[in-house]
């Protein structure tokens, strides 16, 4: 007789083999029986992506239908061709909301200097206009030193010009309504000592002055070039040509 028999933990590790190998063979049939599920719902040479595109195919011929029970296609068939020649003949109106405008464009230049000049900016610019005067002339004719700011294409044109010329100052020739400016070999200094409100002003008042006719500077355009206070004097070939 084999001892070996009555050994407790003999007879216990044969139970856990056993039912290994029986949970090994229950792994198998399931996987067996997966495979030949998947055979039977997919079709010989069809990709699981290929059926859910069925699935969404379907669904869009139920919302088709339930579509054409409220918008029939023959209505809109009715309606398309009214709408199209209403469109091809309507006269579109032109933008007067500002939101809609895009930045920089014509529209947006013509909508600034058709707006109202504030009164209280102009005499802010006034005041400050006095130095500027001295060089300049105080009717913006011009003088020795400086050139004239009436009539000028370079006052009227992009504010941010004015801005820098004010923040940094201004070296070297420019030409103005077809003449070349070139004097004062010092050039113009900055004027950053100024407030932002007063740097609008005095261009504001500027572009609206001496026959010019152009929008009005805000404030905020010069806090939003103040970064190159310190810089410098710009050349012409700094600015954007008017």
């Not at 023959?74 to 500002?98: F, H, W």
């Not at 100052?169 to 003449?179: F, H, N, R, T």
């Amino acid at each position: 007789m084999d001892p070996t028999r009555d050994n407790l933990m003999i007879r216990f590790k044969a139970f856990i083999d056993g039912l290994g190998i029986f949970t090994l063979f229950a792994v198998l049939l399931l996987v067996i029986f997966g495979v030949a599920a998947l055979s039977g719902k997919f079709k010989k040479g069809e990709e699981p992506e290929a059926a859910a595109a069925e699935i969404r195919y379907a669904t869009k011929i139920e919302i088709a239908a339930e579509q054409a029970k409220f918008l029939p296609q023959e209505a809109i068939d009715s309606v398309t061709p009214n709408v199209a020649t209403l469109l091809a003949n309507s006269n579109p109106i032109a933008v007067e909301v500002k939101a809609q405008v895009v930045p920089g464009s014509a529209t947006e230049k013509k909508l600034s200097e058709d707006a109202p000049i504030d009164p209280a900016k102009m005499e802010i610019g006034k005041a400050q206009y006095l130095v500027c005067g001295a060089c300049h002339g105080q009717n913006g004719e011009g003088g020795p030193i400086a050139p004239p700011l009436a009539g000028s294409e370079w006052v009227t044109g992009p504010v941010s010009n004015l801005i820098l010329i004010q923040l940094r100052g201004l070296k070297g020739p420019i030409e103005v309504k077809g003449v070349v400016y070139d004097q004062f070999a010092a050039g113009m200094n900055a004027m950053a000592y100024q407030t932002d409100d007063q740097i609008a002003g005095v261009l504001t008042y500027v572009r609206n002055s001496f026959g010019n006719k152009a929008s009005a500077v805000k404030p905020e355009e010069v806090t939003a070039l103040r970064g190159e206070v310190g810089k410098p004097q710009i050349t012409v070939q700094d600015l954007i040509k008017p």
